[in-house]
């Protein structure tokens, strides 16, 4: 058709920051898919750039890879999700929603690890500093569940903190393909085992006072 380019659209400048991020993005599906097979001409066709430009914000492929590992592993995108959760909901449905967003992430990253063949998250302090540092997305993650458990202490059987450590225990567990047999449970099925495991009741309180044992 006349006066119709044939050349390919240039993908509008971005800031460095936003540009980097962008490529970190359209980099992580295609980890998922092929692992460390992917190129980096895949990359830059998926982020909507020149493979030039991906050169320019990093240096070669195993630096983009280390900075997509480490975004991936990031608590901050869950941390943000389970805060918005609506705490006007009851007890069960905050944890089912709560559970729902942990086994997002627990898919993702055994996914990436899996195609990567990482038996181990990444050292939080590369590359770059301000890394997330070990075991800052199962803090953040406790005590957001905590939060749920804590208005609803008289229900239970132990203390919100162990309560939450439980169903994250549970969650991670019952979504891990290796452990669940490639069946995962539910966030419903999760929170059942849990919740109704370590509620106060009546009925189950006086089987086990009478009990011998």
Not at 90 to 103: H, K, P, T
């Given at each position: 058709?006349?006066?119709?380019?044939?050349?390919?659209?240039?993908?509008?400048?971005?800031?460095?920051?936003?540009?980097?991020?962008?490529?970190?993005?359209?980099?992580?599906?295609?980890?998922?898919?092929?692992?460390?097979?992917?190129?980096?001409?895949?990359?830059?066709?998926?982020?909507?750039?020149?493979?030039?430009?991906?050169?320019?914000?990093?240096?070669?492929?195993?630096?983009l890879?280390?900075?997509?590992?480490?975004?991936?592993?990031?608590?901050?995108?869950?941390?943000?999700?389970?805060?918005?959760?609506?705490?006007?909901?009851?007890?069960?449905?905050?944890?089912?929603?709560?559970?729902?967003?942990?086994?997002?992430?627990?898919?993702a990253?055994?996914?990436?690890?899996?195609?990567?063949?990482?038996?181990?998250?990444?050292?939080?302090?590369?590359?770059?500093?301000?890394?997330?540092?070990?075991?800052?997305?199962?803090?953040?993650?406790g005590?957001?569940?905590?939060?749920?458990?804590?208005?609803?202490?008289?229900?239970?059987?132990?203390?919100?903190d162990?309560?939450?450590?439980?169903?994250?225990?549970?969650?991670?567990?019952?979504?891990?393909?290796?452990?669940?047999?490639?069946?995962?449970?539910?966030?419903?099925?999760?929170?059942?085992?849990?919740?109704?495991?370590?509620r106060?009741?009546?009925?189950?309180?006086?089987?086990?006072?009478a009990?011998?044992c």
């Amino acid at each position: 058709m006349a006066g119709v380019s044939s050349q390919p659209r240039r993908a509008p400048p971005l800031p460095p920051e936003a540009r980097r991020a962008s490529i970190i993005a359209a980099a992580l599906p295609l980890l998922r898919r092929h692992g460390a097979a992917v190129t980096t001409a895949q990359i830059a066709m998926a982020a909507g750039i020149a493979e030039g430009t991906l050169f320019r914000v990093f240096p070669d492929k195993e630096t983009l890879v280390s900075a997509a590992i480490c975004t991936a592993f990031d608590p901050t995108p869950t941390d943000r999700e389970l805060a918005a959760i609506d705490h006007e909901l009851g007890l069960r449905d905050q944890l089912i929603a709560a559970v729902e967003i942990l086994q997002r992430r627990v898919e993702a990253v055994w996914q990436l690890m899996s195609m990567l063949g990482m038996t181990a998250p990444p050292d939080p302090r590369g590359p770059g500093p301000g890394g997330p540092r070990p075991g800052a997305a199962s803090d953040s993650a406790g005590r957001r569940l905590a939060a749920i458990f804590e208005p609803h202490r008289a229900e239970l059987r132990c203390a919100p903190d162990q309560a939450a450590r439980l169903l994250r225990i549970m969650t991670f567990a019952g979504t891990h393909p290796r452990i669940s047999d490639g069946i995962p449970l539910t966030a419903a099925e999760i929170v059942a085992v849990v919740l109704d495991g370590i509620r106060v009741r009546a009925d189950l309180d006086a089987e086990l006072e009478a009990s011998p044992c």
